[in-house]
């Protein structure tokens, strides 16, 4: 019984896994519409502390979200010319490179000369004006269903009611516990984050790296993606370092060495103190959420697999009967810290016991004494 019901689990984890990655273009922007919720969710508080209207409310929310996206295009934008400068400058120098790289290769130059660029860049700019596509209508896809999250938001607390009945009390307070630990979260990553990305920047524009602004998003956007992102962030500024700088290497290393600091430092030391240990996750858990989401939903699937993972592990903290799945998916550091609460705990016990029976024993000498 045990084994077939086992089995049933298995096939229906690889069943939603595939509904998840066919139906990847709904799942998606309704997951990040959440998130972007739960990340807003103080400014929603604050508009029904002030006794908005629900449109007034959605409005608000999509105030914040339209002057962000501006100043984001505007930035992309400036970035985008900042870019062509930079490759006008150094062009020649890459160009020089990629013709030492085939002669150490033995490549011969007809076979680069008789490449098809132009075949090339015509596949990916019909790959990128399909991807452009693509993220616009995930875009929009994204902002509708927070629109509609936001509307249906204040009827939440009654449907429960409805729902649920006698247990509606228990359920409101799961939900709402599990509310404000994910928002929280979301909140406190995103501000660790912000501050990777600030500090690389200023690393960067101290060290008069080309494009040290957008190495400063690229880093802040990777952080979301655990141990393989800041990897990932570090390469770039690194290979732009070398090509500015060559033939000297110290700056390049300079670099590699104050972007790998904040990394670790950030990563191990202020992380850690800032979110504490009841939200940390196993190593090994997110390095598989990494993997499993990565494949289901690509790019974004990696950049949400911590926060995902993360969720689950408080929805499992939570729920009573999910407790064990919570501390198997825990790092580690709650459970090492049990035995030493449960000592303090049975230690509290005694004293209460202890004095109890004191108290017992004077009333009942009294009563002799009487």
């Keep these: ?185 979301l909140g406190t990553l995103a501000l660790i984050s912000l501050a990777t990305g600030i500090c690389a920047w200023l690393v960067l524009e101290i060290l008069q790296v080309k494009l040290a602004a957008g190495w400063g998003v690229l880093t802040f956007l990777l952080n979301f993606i655990p ?23 110290f700056t390049p290393f300079l670099v590699l060495v104050l972007l790998t600091a904040i990394q670790v430092s950030i990563g191990n030391i202020i992380t850690p103190k800032v979110m504490g240990d009841q939200l940390g996750v196993s190593p090994v858990v997110i390095l598989l959420s990494l993997l499993l989401w990565g494949m289901i939903w690509g790019i974004p699937g990696a950049l949400l697999s911590t926060p995902i993972i993360s969720i689950i592990k408080i929805v499992c903290e939570n729920i009573p009967a999910l407790h064990s799945v919570a501390i198997l998916i825990g790092s580690g550091e709650s459970v090492r810290k049990l035995p030493a609460q449960e000592t303090q705990k049975v230690d509290v016990i005694e004293k209460v016991k202890t004095t109890i029976a004191g108290a017992a024993k004077k009333v009942h000498k009294g009563k002799k004494n009487k």
């Design 1 to 185: 019984m045990k084994f077939l019901l086992g089995l049933l689990i298995f096939l229906s984890s690889i069943a939603l896994c595939s509904v998840l990655h066919i139906a990847s273009n709904v799942f998606i922007p309704l997951v990040i519409a959440w998130f972007i919720l739960q990340i807003l969710r103080p400014v929603v508080v604050i508009g029904r502390t002030l006794k908005l209207n629900v449109w007034l409310n959605v409005v608000l929310v999509f105030g914040i979200l339209t002057c962000v996206g501006l100043v984001g295009f505007k930035f992309i934008a400036a970035q985008v010319v900042e870019f062509g400068t930079v490759y006008n400058l150094y062009s020649d120098k890459l160009i020089e490179w990629f013709a030492n790289l085939m002669q150490a290769l033995s490549v011969p130059p007809e076979t680069v000369k008789n490449f098809d660029w132009f075949g090339i860049l015509r596949d990916n700019a019909r790959n990128i004006s399909a991807l452009i596509i693509a993220l616009s209508s995930k875009f929009v896809m994204t902002f509708v269903f927070l629109m509609f999250m936001l509307v249906e938001a204040p009827y939440l607390d009654d449907k429960v009611d409805k729902a649920f009945g006698k247990n509606a009390t228990r359920v409101k307070k799961i939900l709402n516990t599990i509310s404000e630990e994910v928002s929280r979260y």
């Design 227 to 249: 141990t393989v992102g800041s990897i990932i962030a570090t390469i770039p500024p690194v290979v732009m370092a070398i090509i500015q700088f060559s033939p000297g290497l």
